[in-house]
């Protein structure tokens, strides 16, 4: 397999995936996702594949999110679309996987890096890491599985406190909210990565598998809240106030969502 986006190897029953697109802080364009879903697709139907360790490369980011410049001119139903394909084909995918997934969470994990750091099952972070949910400041939600994942894990109230304010939050802080597990020095990270990995190595894998599955039951059975959140994701996309977020964005300038 090659990927342009995407380095990895395996070692030892453990694959190691880093995101690769530093110069624009691995944001998630479309050409990743097609690489992040083939790659998950292949370590599914790999029996000796094990653990999956996922981080960023560079010391900036894990992933600065979905791909803004992208996306800037879709409207309600491309919106919608794009939230469906990413989900099904890859942050639901990850979340699905008999494998377990660690997210090593090395600096920026925004938007849909935050959304793909949810879809792993293990979180961990470096100390300089910043975990937030910016959609709103760009007139969106998130489309990832953002609004049902963060829910899921640190609570609705800080849940949606993080949505609405579209704060970052710091990695000690992040440890509290309880949406990582634990936070090393960013020169320790692969190595508490590796830690994690021995762990779930001394364990049975069908039953991880079967554990995974289980847990996740009572998460999508009925799925309906992810389809609620692709419509409104989509529905986003019709207003004035995307245009202006976006365009602010990449006009590098402050968002004017003012109603005077
Ligand atoms: N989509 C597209 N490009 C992105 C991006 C994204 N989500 N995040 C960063 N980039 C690009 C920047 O445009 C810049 O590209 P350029 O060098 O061609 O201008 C490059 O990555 C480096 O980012 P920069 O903004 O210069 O780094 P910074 O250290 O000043 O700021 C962030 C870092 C993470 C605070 C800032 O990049 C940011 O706010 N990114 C967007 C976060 C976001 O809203 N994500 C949710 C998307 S739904």
Request: aromatic fraction near 8%; hydrophobic fraction near 45%; charge should be negative.
């Amino acid at each position: 397999m090659h990927f342009n986006h995407l380095l990895f190897e395996i070692q030892d029953e453990v694959a190691w995936v880093s995101l690769h697109r530093p110069e624009k802080l691995n944001a998630l364009n479309r050409a990743l996702l097609e690489e992040l879903h083939q790659l998950f697709s292949e370590l599914r139907n790999q029996e000796k594949v094990r653990v999956i360790v996922l981080t960023g490369s560079g010391e900036k980011a894990f992933v600065a999110g979905a791909d803004i410049s992208e996306f800037a001119s879709f409207n309600s139903e491309e919106g919608r679309a794009l939230a469906q394909k990413g989900q099904e084909e890859v942050f639901d995918f990850i979340a699905k996987m008999n494998t377990p997934v660690i997210a090593a969470i090395n600096g920026y994990a925004l938007g849909g890096g935050l959304e793909l750091a949810l879809a792993c099952h293990i979180r961990i972070a470096t100390t300089t890491a910043r975990l937030g949910l910016p959609e709103a400041s760009l007139g969106l939600i998130p489309g990832y599985g953002g609004t049902q994942r963060l829910a899921q894990i640190i609570g609705r109230g800080r849940a949606t406190e993080m949505i609405l304010s579209c704060r970052m939050l710091g990695a000690e802080e992040a440890l509290g909210y309880g949406l990582v597990s634990q936070v090393v020095a960013p020169e320790n990270l692969m190595a508490t990565a590796a830690e994690w990995a021995e762990r779930l190595l001394k364990n049975a894998p069908q039953a991880q598998a079967q554990a995974i599955k289980a847990i996740d039951a009572n998460y999508t059975t009925p799925a309906s809240g992810f389809k609620v959140e692709q419509k409104l994701f989509g529905d986003c996309f019709d207003t004035a106030d995307f245009k202006e977020g976006t365009s602010a964005f990449l006009e590098k300038r402050k968002a004017d969502f003012s109603r005077e």
